[in-house]
Structures are given as structure tokens and as C-alpha cells.
């Protein structure tokens, strides 16, 4: 008796209904309406996203924006070298990457104020400070509420999992979370958890197991009535869609790449979740998003840093050049982010510490002109120089390339609508 | 936010568009009595007023605002006078004022003082009300953190002095213009008379203008001396059941102040409905009816929000009250309300429904095939309440509350600080106390006052989730009194009466926690520092600690932390209770009494606050033994209602008239798989066989657990547990290793076949474990072709099997 219905539901009885309605609920539908910021959502030049997260905090003076000239404690232990952009230089492990410079915009004035983890890793995936009272939507959750599936494909996909809380529906509905694949693409025998048929069961015998769980539920269904009963039957037929679609299952098996591509992108974590990360945006996938290795490296950088950061250079050079070989670059937006950047000097145990001040996020194709450094660090990369970028001017951007206006509102719950980036500009500068 | 203020531009359009017409009452109601608000008037100062109202209550239990219809005299007109169901001061002395409808009589006492004395315009008690009302510091206007069109104000006004510093002396001259006062920018953004984002919000001449306006002439003085603070605001009417449509109630609030005297704050106090489908409020303070339900409404004044409760029916609805049998007290409230609702509740459940329903709430399982026979068999009419004890004697029902309480405690192991031996340890220790059926307060009061070592004495683990003060107090707030106080943090809480001094009164409790390394690379020792405090955020003075809606204890030469779990865990603190009752009852029922059980608020009432209190009493009279409570709720009518709704209670979610489907939790429904495949499952740091419930770490878990929303007890919510259904969840149950693999392995079929049962038994049996019931004929109609199969007949019954498993039935308790 007391369900409140939100504003939303009001509106779609309303047009729904068509009939009945009074002058007065009229008015009120158009406050209603008018109050309630909307845009319309549209197909914006870039059609998916691949969203690279790299957890724990990249340092950007031994990656995106070293500082040859800094005295030694600030420019760390490695060297750095030149670009496809004239003048342009990058960190020495960054051979690959150096080369398709011409076709990414690297952010070097990326700024917020959050120093803690979990604090930064919320501002990267939602666009949005962390609040006490308000758990917000990550973009991947919010562009599964805007746009429908494609090809029976999962509109937001996670490799391997979920990383975090923060890349969750927030305040949206559960039907928005990403599909997880709970499995990791660079194992031996990677297969997506339960996409396919268990061992012994035939199509047929699959058929015959569906007309069983029909008639099961026929009973149960036609006698009770609730939502979460009915979202149970919609995700069980989105599932059988996907089983039964061999282009969508065929979507997540890495094995119908060439043996030559798969070398090139490498076959580590890097290189087969970039891989397959491209796979699934060039089937249909809106949002796929993925993490490599621990940044968090408060010791001995230069070490770590040869550990990890040639796979990530391998695979993210080999995924922009295929992705641009194939034609897909421009609808294709890849997104390269870090909670924050660390510290200019080299600390007491040869690693640097965290730093949200200044840092660096690389954006590349789906309408961003390529080629170009944008915004800039001052001498010891410890603050923005020129054109910082704002956490929410950063968001902004992407759901802009996406095709999504982000000061439209959301309804959280209690009514409250929410924009979906608060106070965001897009930075027309970096589009094409 | 924004909702209230469309609210207020529908009324007004409402309005326009139709002539409202009051509603007669139909001749047959039976009038029963008639209520004045307020009961008393004091009339201080020249400018002083109070408005009245009168409700009348039908037999029927309908009510009517009648002030308009009643017959009012004043003893002694010299004294005051009467305008519009308002009395102002007119001479000092005291007076009566009578009151009549149809024959049934009132009188209101009227003192009257200082009826010629102004009383000083104040900055805090008039101009802030006025921005309180206006919606002026509300967050998405001048109250954002960063202002808006640069001009800020404190979000709800929670610091007044920089609100003062920031209109008189920002931009100084701009905002206030004290030669002609009329033409101020405060005043001309609100008149309408320049351009305002927020648009027109007060007409020159009005009372709101008045008052701004009497301030700026008054050379915009900040308030010398103590102002007195408001003790307590009134709504009025209490409650009320309005009949059909359009029918309105006018609202009355009365402030109390700390010098004594009372203020008719009406049209200072924000108002908003938290059903506006059922009935919405203006901000002139009239309700009115739309459809069918229940609405709170909310009056805001200063730091108070305070509710009533209407009930809004069908018009001329033809109801007679069913005659129910009552199992108990909760049958008793919750028939009452049922009863104001005009709703009849659904029939009881079936034994098959009930004893599934029973099995899973009680023990987290399902019945054996022995014993659902044994239960169906059973011809004793009091058998239920007897499983009901059989249930909740089982070391099963421990297990279930373990693992709630481990939950709230937050039981994981956390890098660098709680190590795989001190979360064991903390587990133990919390499950020796339930196992033994320690009353809860005790529990919570050792836990709450804990020092000493993390191996030693593991209750201390409860501080090395985390080490931040204030985090530590919300979490104890929202884990053991239901409330969510983070909002003060950083400004007054909007939608409760908690203060930013509350809340950092409460964190002061926690400041004094000292942390070392133990002995044990792997031990912490928590105790006493006896020295640090905790400083509020607007002018960072030192707090003295304070328990959150009581008094300030003597700390005299005590652990902070071990006065405060004495109140805590006592009928002192009445959250206590009640929250833990709610938790209980949410537990059953899916939804609290107050829902979410965690998120108490002045705006989140109960639905049904007189059930709540009486469960918390009773919880506190058997002396927290909350087994004694599980029985009364499971042994309720209530609780044994059937899912099945009639009209009456059909679009009812929230008064317990029928029971609703709830998906069964990770760890049950994986336990639940197991035990019918006849297999086992091997869990880190358990025998092989054990099952999910009782894994004791949070980081402990199984695709299948994380996939079906299993907590990792990473915070306090409540929302952790999830059993919200998704993709991989259905893809898992059809695909996955755990059902295929389950039924493969546990040969249930294949025994059976060979021990010669016929495939209709093994059909039935199939049915009873997964589903405790038979299948109907019409089930064994359609599944003919596979029990008469003469090829591949194991496979066939496994596919039977197998879609059981998949069920909606299966998933949900029912």
C-alpha cells in the first residue's frame, strides 16, 4: 500500500495510460519533465569503450610524462625516449607505445584531490567524489541504463571480474551490472564460466532440459507475482540468447584469433585481456573493462617497473594499431586510467608514493584526435602546469564520445535525481 | 529536494485548475469525538499569533479537519482576537476559548503576556527560518558546497555565524543595502523584482519580505546574547484517515523554545509527504488525499523533523472487519493496522509452504524427504508451533545467527591488520557467545568496552577494521542503534534530528583507542590511551562525549569506550532493542518493520511503530534472549500467511498482509544444492563437508557464493548480502559446475534405479527435496513421455533434476 512510486514510474503510467489524465496531472507531468534534467541519448562517434585500469596508482614520471631534464631524485631511475610526436618524450619502457603516440592524446594534467585508494579509484570509475550517503553508478552501469543490448551481447563486460565496488550500479538497479567473466583470458584453456554446455549435453538434450524448467515454473509462475521473480525470467532468457547465439558465444573465445595476433598483443594478463577486450567491442560490447597488474610501487620503481610495464606496452601498442588496421579506431574510445599518479621525488626505499595532484590518463580513438599531449605538469611533475583536468571534465569527455550528455539526471532513490557527471565540461580540445 | 518544490508548483496549479470541494461526510458516520490543536494557547509579545485546528474522528475511524464547521467563542474578546482560526494578542490575562460540534464540547486555556512589548527581530530564530522554509541552503541551491552563482550558504544551516559574516559582510554592500532596506539584493532576488536563478520566492509585502525586510531595517543586528533554542516541534494532527479523494487537512506546527514560550510556526516549517501518490502537502501546510495508501507527513523547523501519519482509503469503501484468529501479539498490532488499512490479509500458508518456509528462516535448510512425511503426517493440530521448537533447537539455527552476526561484526581477515589467526579467533568468540545463547546486550557490551590483545582477548578485533575514529562511531551508530549519522558529519542531518554536535559528541567515545604490536608478529593489542579527543569540524572546539539522543555521561576516571557500552547495550539506549527486534523480524518477513533495518530515520517511520515497540519490550524483558522472540514471530499467523494476495492486500508491500517471495541467500541455497545431490563441498579452513554458513572469514568464498551475492563484510551495510538475481547467476545455475557436476556426482538417480524404485517415486522424491511438495497431476501429466522412457531413462530423470535446480520455485522461498 505505501510503494511509492518514484517520479519515472509515474511518468511512463502516465503516457502509458494515455487516457484519464487531468489538466492538472498534465502541468504536473510537464514540472515533472521540465524539472528533471533529460537529454537525449543518442549513438555518439564512439560506439564502445575499452577501459584500461591500471590499480594502485601509475607513476606518470617513468610512463607518460618523464622529466629528462629534473635533477635525478625527481626523475627517478629510468631514462626516457623519443616519440612518433616530435619533441614528445616517453618513459624508456614505453618503446611500443612511443611509436603509435601519433595516434593517442596523452593527458599529462589529470588532477584531483583524493590520496587514498579505494577514494581515487571511486573518482575513476563513477566521476564523482565519494560521498558518505550516495554509492554513484560507474560508467560502465550507467551506459547499460541508456543504451540496449547489442547482438545478445552483455552491454557492460568485465575481464576478468568486477574489480571494485566502485565499477557496480551504484544507485542504479542490479539489472545494470556489468557481466563478469570470472575467469581469467590469459590461462591456459580459458573458457567464459558457463557460456557453454556442460559436457554431455547435447542441444537437444538442452532443449528438452528447457521444456522440463518450463513446465517446472509453470506452476510456480502463474501462481505468484513479484519483480524479483520476473528479473529472474529475463536474465534466464538473456541467457539462453547468448547460449543459443553462436556469434555472441563466439564473442568470448580467444581462440578464433589468429596465433600471429595473439603473439603481437602477448599472451600475458596484458595482451589477452586487451585482446579480448577488443573481441567483444567489436561484437557488439558497449563497455568492457579491464585492469593489469599493481601500480602501487612505494618500492624499488624501477624494478617493478620493468616487470610490468613492457606486457602493458606491448598490448596496448598492438591494440591500437589493430584496432586502427581493422577500421575500428574512430568508433572505438580506449581509455587508459590510474586512481592517481605518485609522488616527484624518489622516497627512501627507491619508490614513489601517492600522488593525486597531477597524473596521467591516455585517451584514444572513438572521436579524440590523436596525437597530441594535452594539459601539461610543471618541472618536477608534482602540479598541473596548463589546462588541468578535472576528474568530472575528464568523465565528461568520454560519456560525450559515447553519445551520452552528462548533465542529464538520474533518479537515485528517495527521488532524488542525480546528474550523471555534476558540473562536468566536455574539453572540446581533445575531440577530433 | 527538488521534489518538494515541484510539489509546491502542482498545488499551486492544482489549485487553479479545479474548484477543490470538501468532500461531505456521508450521513451514516457516527461521530465518536472531536480534538483541538493545540490544546493550550500562549500568547507572547505584540506580534505573536496561533492558528487552530479541529479534527473530528467518526466511529468508523475516519476523521475530518472540521475548524471551518465549528461553532467558536471567545470568553473574554478584550484579550484576544480571533481571525481566521488565528488568536492574536490583544491585552494581557488569561481567558478561555469554547468550542462546539455537534454537541460535543472543548475548551482552550489562553494566557496572554507582554501583549504590547516588541520582541526583537533575530537573526537566528527569524531570518535562518525563513531560509530553512524558502529552501535557500538546501544543497541544490545556495547550500552546495561550493555556493551557487557565488553566494553560499551552510547546507540547512548548520553553522548561522558564517551565514551572518557571509550576507552582511561578503561583497560587503552588495547583499544588503541598509539606507533603503526594499532595495537590498537579498530582498529584490526574492521579490522578484532582478533576475534570481531560484526564481520569485517571497511577493513584496508578505511575511516572509516582512521579515527580511524588519531585519534590514533593524540594521541587520546578529543576536546579542543566548538566543533560545528550540526543545521540541509538534505536528498536528498526530495521524488521521482520510476518506476517498481530495479531502484536506490543515497542518499545525508548534515550536517550544528554551525560555518557555511556544511559537506558531506554521509557515515557517518545510513541508513534504513521503508518499505524494497518497497524499500530498503544501507549504501553506494542507493535506490533501489522492489515492489509496498510507503518506507520512514531514514538518521541518530548525534542526527538527517531525511526522503524522494518514491513511488515505477509497471513498464510501464498504469493508467489514474479518473475524481472524490472533496467535499472539503480533497478530494483534498487526491486524489493527490491517484493520485502519481497510486491507484483509492473506489466508494461511499450506503445511508443504510453511514447512519449506519454516526450514530455510529457522536453519537455513531444507526438509529431508523423512522428515516432510513426517510433518505432512502429523495429525496434531498444534504441529507447527512443535516444529517451530524442534527448529530452533538445532545447532543449524545457531549457525544461521552466527553468520548474521559475523556479518555485522564484520568478521575478515584484513591486510596488515586482522590476520588469518585473529579473525579465527574473533569467529570463535562470537560463536561460543551465540552457541551458548549469551543475552545480546552482554555480548555487545564486552564487545563495545573490549581491550587487550587480538588473540587474547578477541573481541578487539572489532577495532581493526579500521582505524578511523569516526568511521569506528558510525559503524557502531548503524550496527547497533540502526542509524546512519554520516550526513552530520559535514552538515545537520536534513531528513533526521541529528546535529553535527550529536554526531561528534558519539565519535568522542572512540577518540581515546590505542593500537600497538603484540608479542606475535601476528597480534595487535588494542587498548586505553586515556588521552586524544575528537574536534568538531565548525570551530574545531574539543567535544566532550555524548551519547547519541541521551545525556553526558561521568567519565570520571573511565575507558570511554566502557561507559558507553553500558548504555549502549541497555534499555537505556531505546535503539537497542528496537533495532535489534527489526533485524529479527527482517529476517522472517524480508523487510524490517523500518526499512532498511539500517537506515532509521524521523523521515523513515515505522510502518508499524506500535508492533516495533512492543517486540523491543518484550525483546527486553526476556532478557535479550532473542530465540524467545524468533518463536513469537514464527509462531505468529502472520508469519504463516500464504503469498497468495486478494484485491484487498494485493498492492500492499510493506504491512506484512501476505507473505512475499524472497530469494534464498548465497550460502542457504548453495547448502540447499548440496544437501539433495547427496554431495559435499570443501571450504578454506573447514573439513570437507562443511557447509557454507559456516565459513567464519568474509574473504572466504566460492564463485558460486560471490556470484549469488554472499557479504564480504567490507562494510556494515545490511545491503551487503545480496540476493538481487543477475546474468551469471542464471548462467552458472544452468551451465555451471555446481548443479551439472552435484547431480553427477552424488549418483542419486542412478541408486535409486538401481535399487529398483519406480521412476513416478523417484519423480516424487525429487520433487519433495528440492521443492518439499508432491508434484501435481498436472506435472506428471506433462512429464509422462520421460517416466514411461524405455531408452536413457537416468538421463531423463537428471534432466528433471536439473530443472528443478533451475527453478524459479527453487530459488525463492515462498
Request: glycine residues 6%; aromatic residues 8%; hydrophobic residues 35%.
Amino acid at each position: 500500500m505505501a510503494n511509492r512510486r518514484s517520479r519515472r514510474d509515474f511518468l511512463q503510467v502516465g503516457f502509458a495510460g494515455g487516457i484519464g489524465l487531468s489538466l492538472a496531472d498534465f502541468f504536473r507531468i510537464k514540472e515533472a519533465q521540465a524539472d528533471l534534467k533529460d537529454y537525449k541519448t543518442v549513438e555518439g562517434t564512439a560506439k564502445s569503450v575499452i577501459f584500461i585500469y591500471l590499480p594502485g596508482g601509475m607513476a606518470h614520471q617513468e610512463t607518460f610524462d618523464p622529466k629528462p631534464y629534473a635533477p635525478v631524485e625527481y626523475r627517478g631511475p629510468l631514462n626516457s625516449i623519443e616519440t612518433s610526436i616530435p619533441g614528445v618524450r616517453f618513459g624508456e619502457l614505453l618503446k611500443n607505445t612511443a611509436k603509435v603516440a601519433d595516434k593517442i592524446a596523452i593527458c599529462r594534467s589529470m588532477t584531483h584531490g583524493e590520496a587514498a585508494h579505494e577514494r581515487g579509484t571511486h573518482n575513476m570509475f563513477t566521476g564523482y567524489r565519494p560521498s558518505p550517503a550516495l554509492l554513484f553508478p560507474s560508467m560502465g552501469s550507467v551506459i547499460t541504463h541508456e543504451y540496449e543490448p547489442r547482438n545478445n551481447l552483455p552491454q557492460y563486460v568485465c575481464i576478468p571480474n568486477q574489480p571494485n565496488v566502485f565499477a557496480g550500479t551504484g544507485y542504479l538497479s542490479s539489472s545494470f551490472a556489468p557481466f563478469s567473466l570470472g575467469a581469467d583470458p590469459a590461462q591456459k584453456g580459458f573458457k567464459v564460466r558457463d557460456l557453454n554446455l556442460p559436457n554431455g549435453v547435447t542441444n537437444e538434450r538442452s532443449t528438452r532440459r528447457r521444456s522440463i524448467l518450463e513446465a517446472v515454473n509453470n506452476h510456480f509462475v502463474t501462481k505468484e507475482k513479484s519483480d524479483s521473480l520476473d528479473a529472474v525470467d529475463t536474465f534466464y532468457k538473456r541467457a539462453y540468447s547468448m547460449i543459443s547465439s553462436q556469434k555472441a558465444r563466439e564473442a568470448f573465445d580467444l581462440e578464433k584469433e589468429p596465433a600471429k595476433l595473439r603473439d603481437e598483443y602477448g599472451r600475458g594478463t596484458a595482451g589477452a585481456r586487451m585482446l579480448l577486450a577488443r573481441r567483444l567491442c567489436e561484437a557488439g560490447a558497449r563497455f568492457v573493462t579491464l585492469t593489469y597488474g599493481g601500480w602501487d610501487m612505494h618500492d624499488n620503481i624501477a624494478g617493478s617497473m620493468k616487470r610490468q610495464l613492457p606486457p602493458f606496452d606491448q598490448a596496448f601498442a598492438a591494440l591500437i594499431r589493430d584496432l586502427s588496421q581493422r577500421g575500428l579506431l574512430d568508433s572505438t574510445l580506449v581509455c587508459v586510467a590510474s586512481e592517481f599518479g605518485r609522488t616527484a621525488k624518489i622516497n627512501a626505499t627507491a619508490g614513489r608514493d601517492h600522488w593525486p595532484k597531477v597524473f596521467s590518463v591516455i585517451l584514444a580513438g572513438g572521436g579524440i584526435k590523436g596525437g597530441q599531449v594535452y594539459g601539461s605538469s610543471n618541472s618536477t611533475a608534482s602540479e598541473p602546469e596548463e589546462d588541468a583536468l578535472t576528474v568530472q571534465d575528464w568523465a565528461s569527455t568520454i560519456y560525450h564520445c559515447i553519445g551520452i550528455n552528462s548533465d542529464k539526471e538520474l533518479l537515485a532513490p528517495g527521488d532524488r535525481p542525480i546528474e550523471i557527471v555534476k558540473g562536468g565540461k566536455v574539453r572540446k580540445e581533445l575531440l577530433a | 529536494m527538488r521534489l518538494e518544490k515541484l510539489m509546491i508548483k502542482c498545488i499551486a496549479i492544482i489549485l487553479l485548475v479545479h474548484t477543490v470541494n470538501v468532500p461531505a461526510i456521508a450521513a451514516t458516520q457516527v461521530l465518536e469525538r472531536i480534538e483541538v490543536y493545540p490544546k493550550a494557547v500562549q500568547l507572547k509579545t505584540k506580534r505573536d499569533r496561533q492558528s487552530f485546528i479541529v479534527q473530528a474522528t467518526f466511529k468508523s475511524g475516519i476523521t475530518q479537519d472540521i475548524t471551518k464547521d465549528v461553532k467558536v467563542s471567545v470568553v473574554d474578546s478584550k484579550l484576544t482576537r480571533l481571525d481566521n482560526f488565528t488568536l492574536y494578542p490583544v491585552a494581557d490575562g488569561k481567558t478561555e476559548m469554547h468550542l462546539e460540534y455537534q454537541g460535543k464540547k472543548l475548551t482552550v486555556p489562553i494566557t496572554v503576556a507582554e501583549a504590547g512589548a516588541e520582541k526583537p527581530i533575530s537573526f537566528k530564530m527569524d531570518i535562518m527560518s525563513v531560509f530553512m522554509k524558502k529552501g535557500c541552503n538546501m544543497g541544490s541551491c545556495h547550500g552546495a558546497s561550493s555556493g551557487k552563482d557565488g553566494f553560499r550558504l551552510s547546507i540547512f544551516g548548520f553553522d548561522p555565524d558564517t551565514d551572518y559574516q557571509t550576507i552582511t559582510r561578503q561583497l560587503s554592500t552588495r547583499r544588503v543595502n541598509l539606507a533603503i532596506p526594499e532595495e537590498s539584493l537579498m530582498v529584490q532576488k526574492c521579490d522578484g523584482s532582478v533576475a534570481h536563478t531560484g526564481g520569485q520566492q517571497f511577493k513584496k509585502g508578505d511575511e516572509y519580505y516582512n521579515i527580511i525586510v524588519r531585519w534590514l531595517q533593524a540594521g541587520t543586528p546578529k543576536d546579542p546574547g543566548e538566543v533560545p533554542t528550540v526543545t521540541k516541534v509538534e505536528l498536528s494532527p498526530p495521524n488521521g484517515v482520510m476518506d476517498g479523494e481530495k479531502v484536506q487537512q490543515k497542518m499545525n506546527v508548534l515550536a517550544y523554545y528554551s525560555d518557555g514560550t511556544t511559537r506558531d510556526v506554521t509557515s515557517l516549517s518545510y513541508f513534504s509527504s513521503n508518499n505524494d501518490n497518497s497524499a500530498i502537502v503544501s507549504q501553506e501546510g494542507v493535506i490533501e488525499s489522492k489515492n489509496r495508501g498510507e503518506a507520512f507527513i514531514m514538518a521541518r523547523f530548525d534542526i527538527h523533523t517531525v511526522g503524522s501519519h494518514f491513511v488515505i482509503l477509497p471513498k464510501d469503501l464498504k469493508y467489514t472487519e474479518p473475524k481472524l484468529p490472533e496467535n499472539n501479539y503480533i497478530d494483534t498490532f498487526i491486524h489493527a493496522k490491517l484493520k485502519k488499512l481497510r486491507i484483509i490479509p492473506s489466508e494461511l500458508c499450506t503445511d508443504e509452504e510453511f514447512l519449506r518456509r519454516v526450514y530455510l528462516d529457522i536453519a537455513g535448510l531444507l526438509p529431508t524427504v523423512e522428515e516432510y512425511h513426517q510433518f505432512m503426517n502429523d495429525p496434531t493440530p498444534d504441529k507447527r508451533e512443535k516444529l517451530v521448537d524442534d527448529l530452533l533447537n538445532r545447532k543449524e539455527f545457531v549457525e544461521i545467527w552466527v553468520m548474521k552476526w559475523a556479518e555485522l561484526l564484520q568478521i575478515r581477515t584484513v591486510a596488515n591488520r586482522v590476520t588469518y589467526k585473529s579473525m579465527t579467533r574473533y569467529y570463535n568468540w562470537l560463536r561460543t557467545r551465540v552457541e551458548n545463547n549469551m543475552p545480546i546486550d552482554k555480548m555487545v557490551q564486552e564487545l563495545i568496552s573490549s581491550q587487550g590483545g587480538t588473540f587474547a582477548n578477541a573481541a578487539t578485533n572489532y577495532y581493526e577494521n579500521g582505524a578511523d575514529t569516526l568511521k569506528t562511531a558510525e559503524n557502531v551508530a548503524q550496527v547497533f542503534m540502526g542509524m546512519r549519522i554520516q550526513c552530520a558529519q559535514c552538515h545537520n542531518h536534513p531528513f533526521d534530528k541529528w546535529t553535527m554536535d550529536d554526531y561528534y559528541g558519539f565519535a568522542a567515545f572512540f577518540s581515546q583507542i590505542g593500537r600497538k604490536q603484540g608479542e606475535d608478529p601476528r597480534e595487535k593489542i588494542i587498548y586505553n590511551k586515556g588521552s586524544g579527543e575528537v574536534r568538531h569540524i565548525v570551530g574545531k572546539h574539543v567535544m566532550t562525549p555524548k551519547f547519541l539522543g541521551a545525556e553526558v555521561p561521568d567519565l570520571k576516571g573511565r575507558d570511554r569506550r566502557a561507559v558507553l557500552a553500558e548504555w549502549l547495550a541497555s534499555p537505556k539506549n531505546p535503539y537497542f532493542a528496537q533495532n535489534l527486534s527489526n533485524i529479527v523480524w527482517a529476517h522472517f518477513f524480508g523487510k524490517g518493520i523500518i526499512n532498511d533495518v539500517d537506515d532509521v530515520r524521523v523521515s523513515n517511520p515505522a510502518v508499524n511503530p506500535e508492533l516495533l515497540h512492543e517486540l523491543s519490550k518484550r525483546l527486553t524483558e526476556y532478557n535479550y534472549d532473542f530465540k524467545k522472540l524468533v518463536r513469537d514471530i514464527c509462531t505468529s499467523r502472520t508469519y504463516q500467511l500464504s503469498t497468495k494476495m486478494n484485491k484487498t492486500n494485493e498492492s500492499d508491500t510493506r504491512n506484512f498482509s501476505h507473505a512475499t517471495l524472497r530469494r534464498v541467500r548465497s550460502e542457504v541455497l548453495l547448502d540447499g544444492i548440496t544437501a539433495i545431490t547427496q554431495t559435499r563441498n570443501k571450504f578454506q579452513g573447514l573439513p570437507l563437508g562443511s557447509r557454507a554458513v559456516q565459513i567464519a572469514n568474509g574473504n572466504t568464498s566460492t564463485y558460486f557464493l560471490t556470484t549469488f551475492g554472499r557479504a564480504k563484510r567490507e562494510t556494515v551495510c545490511a545491503c551487503e548480502v545480496s540476493i538481487e538475481p543477475n546474468l551469471s547467476q542464471a548462467l552458472h545455475l544452468m551451465n555451471g559446475d555446481i548443479v551439472n557436476k552435484k547431480i553427477k556426482d552424488g549418483k542419486l538417480i542412478a541408486t535409486r534405479l538401481k535399487e529398483g524404485v519406480s521412476p513416478v517415486e523417484i519423480f516424487e522424491e525429487l520433487y519433495i527435496l528440492s521443492l518439499s511438495r508432491r508434484p501435481t497431476a498436472k506435472e506428471l501429466g506433462t512429464m509422462i513421455d520421460i517416466l514411461a522412457a524405455k531408452e536413457k531413462q537416468q538421463e531423463q530423470l537428471e534432466d528433471v533434476f536439473w530443472a528443478l535446480l533451475n527453478s524459479r520455485e527453487f530459488l525463492f522461498n515462498h
